[in-house]
Structures are given as C-alpha cells and as structure tokens.
C-alpha cells in the first residue's frame, strides 16, 4: 500500500484527458500536493528539501492537506468545501460586504436557472452558448397536459454571469435620473461549461462564486464609478496582502455586438479613468468582452503565471437590448443608462488559491479557521478541564442564554489536551497553521483564576513582521492603561511570546481581527 501522501484526489493517468500543461505548478502543489507530477507523483516536503526548493514546497504541501475542499469525479470542476475551507471563503464575502455600504452596493439574489428566451435577449445565447450548460424543463406544475405548459416546455440555461437577472431588477421599477447610480452585488453561483483540459484546481472551475456587481449609471457618472471601483481594488488588496497587481485594458474583439461608434466612446471612458487613477495600464487589444470594453486586473502567481482577478466592463449594449430606461431631467423623455460590471476579487475560489499560493498556506488571524490552539502540559485532570474551559471562554466570549446577537464575537480556538509531550504538540500546532498556540500547566494554575496567564506564541502569520509589530503595539497599550507586570513585561519591538489572562487574550483577538490581521 502506497502511504498517503503518494495517492492523487485525482489521478490524470485515468482520464483520457491532457491536463497537466494548464496547470500552474505551484498552484498545484497548493491546491493539490498530492497530485500527480511528472515523476508520477509529488515526493513528501522532507523530499522537495533537495531540490533547492524544499522550504517552498513543504510550505505549500501543507495548504490542502489541512481540510479546506475536496474533489470528487462526480462533479469536475466543482470543489466541495469542507468547514475549514468555508470559514475562509464566509470571511472573503463578510470582508466585501463590509465595504459595500461605503461604496454604496445592495445586495440581492438572483435565480440560478433562466429560460432560453432571457439569454437570447442578452446575446449570451448566441455569442455564449457553448460556454453554458443547457437545461431542460418539464413544466411549472409537472403536468402531463401539454396545453397547460405552454411557455415552460422551452430550453434553460444555467446563468454563468448576473448581468441579465440585475437588468430585469432595474426594469421591475421605474426609474428616474435622480436614482442613478444603482449598485447591485451578488453573490450567488455561477456555471460555465468549460471543457474538461481547461479545469486547474480552484482557478479554473465549472461551478464558482464572484463577487458580481453592476452598476447603472448616467454617462455623465462613468468617470466616478469607474474610479471609485479601482479604489474599491486598491483597498481590497492592499487589506488581503496579495502583493502588486497589473491593469490592463481589453478592447473590441473580432467578434462583438453594437456599434463601433458605442465601442470607441466606451474604450475612451476606460482610458480617461486609468490615465486618471495615475497608475500604469496595458492596452490587450481584441481582449474585450464580446459586448464592452474592460479593464482587468492581473495578479501573478509565484510561479510567474498571470491570473485575472478583478474586472471592470464598460456596457452600452445590454441596457438596449433589455429596453432599460428612466425618466431624463427637465423632459418628459426617457434616456437609457450605462451598465458596468464589476468584479473585485473575482472568482472567490480562485482567490483563495491565490491567498494559498502567496502565503504559502498560512492564513491571515482574521480569516484563519485555526486561530489558536491551547496545549496542556502533563495529564493532571485540573489542567485538562482548565484548558477545555478556557477555550470555550476564548471562542465565545459574548455567549449568554438563548439566541446570540448578530455581533456576537466568535474565535476559533481548539484544545489538545492528549497525551503527547509538548514539544509534540507544538510542533503539530505549527504544521497546521494555527495563528497562535497557548500553553496551561500547573504553573498557571496557581493564581486564582482570573489572575491565571497563559503563555502565548506566534506559530504562523503571512506577514510575521507585521504581527510582531502589532503585538508590540497592544501590549505596550496595555502597559500605559495597566501599568501591569505582565504587559509591561513583553514590550520589546520583536514580540512572539507573550503571557495574558484569558480577558486580555479576548482583546488581543478582538484587535488583531478589526486590524485585518
């Protein structure tokens, strides 16, 4: 029997299918140590340190491996999330929808599953089909009565994008000037029938989430919006830590819908915007949407391959084909509004692979489903149930009776309270990418109980230096507010270790959370 890092989630040589050139090596090694490579399968990390990239990979090879999805033939392209996995995902959109109010997005739902006719006025049907999975109704009632399915018996599509189901939302009202601009975000799921040698990981899926939002505007308003949104991307990523990005702007293709007279104003709209958010850009001519222009933002991975995340289109089309109007000012005319489409993170999934292949599988505190773990020391009872307790307190530190407040703090923190020796546990803690570890023994025990410290270390942060300057930052708060031997004595600028009652340690991870850390 093979051990168990030497079997693949899905072994290629199985499938008549030629995958492996579209993969990115260490998004694989991210996403999937244990897939097959060219020697047929991965060698564990201890293996990878002879190859002048062992730090690196035995990294990486911990990310999956640590319950964040699985995979299963049943469903390509379609990654089933484990908890863990989910955690990191619920923070991503807790994260956007954090900053939707200050930019001003609603958020809506928005059905999976639209008639054939929807996507023929959209001209996805015709320019998009083949990307689309098709679906094939039985009728509303399920009747067997063909006279009382009239309209129903007609083809579906699964959506692959929002933007029609956001302009019959615009269309449900009428609209005046004075309501624009509306921003809908969504994030409901999206389909895309890509054929099975294009599926890499989570960047590349038939089945994902974005962060969707359209934004229905006046033209004289594109301006505004299209650079509030390239500062809506300068905050996300500056906040998430990915590293540099690149703009690039994608115009007409061969094949388009509407006029070139509406595709030149569009293209023009996108280069003022970028020419005034004074960061450079890249024209991708013929790279545009079949029905606008639009400007993408480019991260790189650190096997030097270029990932589209973030998307702004410019949409003059669409508003036409749906008949969009509203009421124009000063006349009793109607005027038709702008769409734009926008995108910050993108793909959700191919996000975190690319939060996973940047950190090397650590996480951020704030995101991290392992935030911190306590370690006994010895097998008394005492210091097991002490432990136990603490961690209950830790995770939940706003619990009361009956139903929780939505602003309830909520940490996850664990116990091994099992019979390995400390060094054992440290080390596991660390292997798994917990934020923190806190170590409990007779020692801590003797002071009353909320007297008693815990002694608590750094175990796995994206970005170290910041961390440590951080905790610089509070426990030196907490020696001008205290004046208290323990915080006063961990203040040096380079802190790892430090020791706090269990309230203290409750503020710290109030902190370093509201600090996106």
Not at 263 to 288: C, F, M, V
Not at 379 to 394: F, P, T
Request: aromatic share 10%; with cysteine.
């Amino acid at each position: 029997m093979r051990p168990a890092w030497q079997i693949p989630l899905l072994d290629l040589h199985r499938v008549n299918i030629r995958v492996k050139r579209y993969f990115s090596d260490s998004l694989r090694r991210s996403l999937c140590p244990n897939y097959v490579t060219s020697n047929h399968y991965e060698q564990p990390a201890k293996e990878a340190n002879k190859t002048g990239k062992g730090k690196s990979q035995k990294q990486r090879a911990v990310a999956f491996s640590h319950e964040i999805l699985t995979l299963d033939r049943s469903s390509p392209g379609s990654p089933i999330f484990q908890p863990f996995g989910t955690h990191i995902f619920q923070k991503l959109q807790a994260f956007l929808r954090a900053q939707y109010p200050s930019y001003g997005f609603q958020e809506v739902l928005s059905p999976t599953i639209y008639k054939k006719s929807l996507w023929e006025t959209s001209g996805h049907w015709e320019n998009y089909k083949n990307d689309m999975f098709a679906v094939t109704g039985r009728g509303a009632q399920g009747a067997e009565d063909p006279q009382t399915e009239i309209g129903e018996d007609e083809e579906y599509g699964l959506k692959p994008m929002n933007c029609p189901g956001h302009c019959l939302l615009f269309k449900s009202q009428k609209r005046s000037y004075k309501d624009l601009p509306i921003r809908y975000a969504d994030f409901s799921p999206l389909h895309r029938n890509e054929i099975s040698g294009v599926l890499s990981g989570l960047t590349r899926l038939r089945r994902f989430h974005q962060d969707d939002g359209h934004i229905f505007c006046r033209h004289s308003q594109l301006q505004h919006e299209i650079l509030r949104t390239l500062d809506f991307v300068r905050l996300a990523y500056e906040t998430l830590s990915l590293g540099d990005y690149r703009l690039r702007l994608g115009t007409r293709p061969h094949h388009f819908i509407g006029t070139v007279d509406d595709w030149d104003t569009a293209e023009g709209q996108l280069k003022l915007a970028l020419e005034e958010s004074a960061r450079p850009y890249h024209i991708n001519r013929g790279d545009g949407a079949f029905y606008g222009p639009k400007i993408d933002i480019v991260v790189t991975d650190a096997d030097g391959k270029d990932h589209q995340t973030a998307t702004i289109q410019l949409d003059f089309q669409l508003p036409k084909r749906f008949e969009l109007e509203l009421d124009a000012p000063g006349t009793n005319q109607k005027e038709t509004p702008v769409l734009i489409h926008r995108a910050i993170l993108g793909s959700l999934e191919r996000f975190m692979a690319l939060l996973m292949d940047s950190h090397s599988g650590k996480w951020p505190f704030w995101m991290n489903p392992r935030q911190l773990i306590i370690l006994t020391v010895g097998r008394s009872s005492g210091v097991r149930e002490r432990a136990r307790d603490i961690a209950r307190q830790l995770a939940f530190p706003d619990d009361r009776p009956g139903a929780q407040t939505l602003e309830a703090r909520r940490f996850m923190v664990d116990c091994d309270d099992s019979d390995e020796t400390i060094g054992k546990k440290v080390f596991n803690a660390r292997k798994k990418r917990y934020s923190f570890y806190a170590v409990l023994g007779e020692r801590n025990m003797k002071p009353p109980p909320d007297k008693q410290n815990l002694d608590i270390s750094l175990a796995s942060h994206p970005k170290e230096q910041a961390m440590r300057d951080a905790l610089h930052a509070f426990l030196q708060s907490r020696a001008s507010n205290e004046r208290s031997d323990t915080a006063a004595h961990f203040t040096t600028a380079n802190v790892t270790t430090m020791s706090l009652t269990v309230q203290q340690c409750q503020e710290l991870m109030t902190d370093l959370v509201s600090r996106y850390l």
